[in-house]
């Protein structure tokens, strides 16, 4: 019985303001898996990938998604690298829709940039060729793990959220 909807894609796509809306919509609680780690560990993301790397900051993610996917009238946001490990998606899958926002890569850096401090996968130099590379490795993955696929990159929240809402009618439905 799938009462929860989890939403991935890349950074900037929108999932956590999408995430709050359609939480709204749907009168469900709202959870974003990076915030729950973040009070879990008492840091921040950024300060978790200082100080003990990225291998601790998933294994983290690992932890607090099984908790989570195991809830009920749920929306989920996720954090970008949630499909790194494919157990996540595995676990989300059992009561979660799983829908998939996309944007182009320059929709993407426009959203992102004004904040790329607090993205640690994005410190190098040259910040796009780092989402150009990462989206290269990881739209496959999305696109795996997809249900429903909504590209935000030219309507804005409400609409996004209206189009999700519209095609989980047409699909499955939710419990
Ligand atoms: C990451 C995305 C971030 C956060 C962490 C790693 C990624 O979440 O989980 O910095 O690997 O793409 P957002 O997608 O919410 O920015």
Request: hydrophobic share 50%; charged share 10%; net charge neutral.
């Given at each position: 019985m799938k009462?929860?909807?989890a939403l991935i894609g890349f950074m900037g796509v929108g999932k956590t303001?999408?995430?709050k809306v359609l939480a709204k919509e749907l009168d469900r609680m709202f959870i974003e898996l990076d915030a729950l780690i973040e009070q879990r560990a008492g840091k921040t993301i950024r300060e978790i990938f200082v100080h003990h790397g990225e291998m601790a900051f998933r294994e983290l993610e690992i932890e607090v998604t099984k908790e989570v996917s195991e809830g009920k009238n749920v929306v989920i946001a996720c954090g970008g690298g949630i499909v790194l490990n494919q157990v996540n998606i595995d676990r989300l899958r059992q009561?979660?829709?799983?829908?998939?926002?996309?944007?182009?890569?320059a929709v993407i850096l426009k959203r992102i940039l004004p904040d790329g401090r607090q993205r640690p996968l994005l410190q190098g130099a040259n910040p796009s060729l780092a989402v150009q590379e990462l989206l290269r490795f990881r739209r496959p993955l999305y696109e795996r793990a997809a249900d429903i696929t909504v590209n935000t990159s030219k309507?804005?929240?409400?609409a996004v959220v209206k189009r999700i809402v519209e095609k989980i009618k047409e699909d499955e439905g939710l419990n």
């Open positions: 009462t929860n909807i303001a999408v995430g009561k979660s829709i799983i829908v998939y926002l996309t944007a182009s890569p309507i804005d929240v409400g």
